[in-house]
């Protein structure tokens, strides 16, 4: 029964069809990962702080706000007390699975934090066995999306599931950032990518940016949640990470380090070439409005000082796409699709979306072709763009 909770034609329970089938593995987008602060000391506890619905927003002002060191690259915790890591559980799967595991966020089934928990799901009764043939891949989404932390992580979970899966390619599923991510270390390791890899599907990568959402939020900070729960979350000006830690104010001046570390990083993108015999799939959001471009103020009401903007709400201009990333940026990947599919949906639902589900399985062949079944999506031959 499609769009019930019977995903597939047939039962693959055996050990014999678990061998049958690619491995795949699952990779997160900016803020769809597990953070856990752990203390450098013997003593204390390991608390997470991203996602966390209870106490969060003082979690995260204590131990999550950070400075870019430019000697090393990375984005350092304020906190010097404490590591940020990502948890490792369940083969990287804990960690992008429910970003609040805790027991009243599950009784309440809070869908704004059932990251890739439906896929998973719909994976699993699929036939996929965690360890063996499905796997995720949640990082530090802080840091830059070519830092070798990331770049070496990413390797060694390409390297564990085609091994555990008997030397068989790997199917990569990649949402949003998780997409430039995968961009940035084909440009870095391409060789790797094509012994790994057999297919990428990707969706709601913003492939040419998310202006709207990136402009506000650098300069008023991010709301992950709307509504009643957003009182139970990380507010918007503690995501910005204001100028005052511990009663000290701390001068955040343009930093150029960072400028031209990310304009490298754009260049690499603009140029990366996917490896030939690499399979690439691209899903993407469209129906709902999305921000473009962003001004704060008015003609008759103008900002005077620029401070003004860190407290002043923002009016966009919308175009169409996923609410938050622009469907003219997501399709625009550079690469010779097999298939696109554009699928009305919101950012992160997209996740836990049947159609995009009745995508994956056509394209991982996991069931009988059901194109004929898809009503609710434009798709696009990609040879014919």
Known sequence: MVGGKWWCFSDRSSGDDVADLDPILLVS????????????????????????????????????????????????????????????DDYGLYAIDILDP????????????????????????????????????????????????????LKEKLETAYKAAGGRKVNLISHSMGGLLVSCFISLHSDVFSKY??????????????PGCINDSLLTGLQFVEGLESYFFVSRWSMHQLLEY???????????????????????LNNVQLPLGIAFY???????????????????????DPSEICHTMPEYSYVDGDGTVPAESAMADGFA??????????????????TVFLYLRKWLGIEEQASTRVKTSKVVDGDST
């Open 102 to 153: 805790s027991f009243w966020i599950k009784c309440l089934h809070m869908t704004d934090v059932y990251h890739f928990h439906d896929m998973i799901d719909m994976l699993v009764k699929c036939g996929y066995k965690k360890g063996t043939t499905l796997f995720g891949f949640g990082y530090d989404f802080r840091q830059s999306n070519r830092i070798d932390q990331a770049m070496d992580g």
């Open 197 to 210: 890899v057999k297919k990428w599907i990707t969706i709601a990568t913003p492939f040419q940016g998310a």
């Open 29 to 88: 987008g900016v803020g769809g990962t597990i953070l856990n602060s752990k203390p450098k000391s013997w003593f204390g506890l390991t608390t997470r702080v991203w996602v966390r619905i209870l106490l969060a927003d003082l979690e995260f002002r204590k131990r999550v706000w950070s400075l870019y060191n430019p000697d090393t690259g990375y984005t350092e915790a304020l906190d010097d007390s404490s590591d940020i890591v990502v948890p490792q």
């Open 282 to 304: 691209n899903i993407y959001g469209t129906s709902m409005e999305t921000p473009f471009d962003v001004c704060y103020g008015s003609e008759t009401d103008p900002i005077k």
């Open 337 to 354: 699709a097999i298939e696109r599919a554009g699928i009305p949906g919101a950012h992160r639902a997209l996740l836990r979306d049947e």
């Open 246 to 268: 511990n009663k000290k104010t701390i001068p955040l001046p343009f930093n150029s380090s960072i400028y031209a570390w990310a304009s490298s990083t754009r260049d690499m």
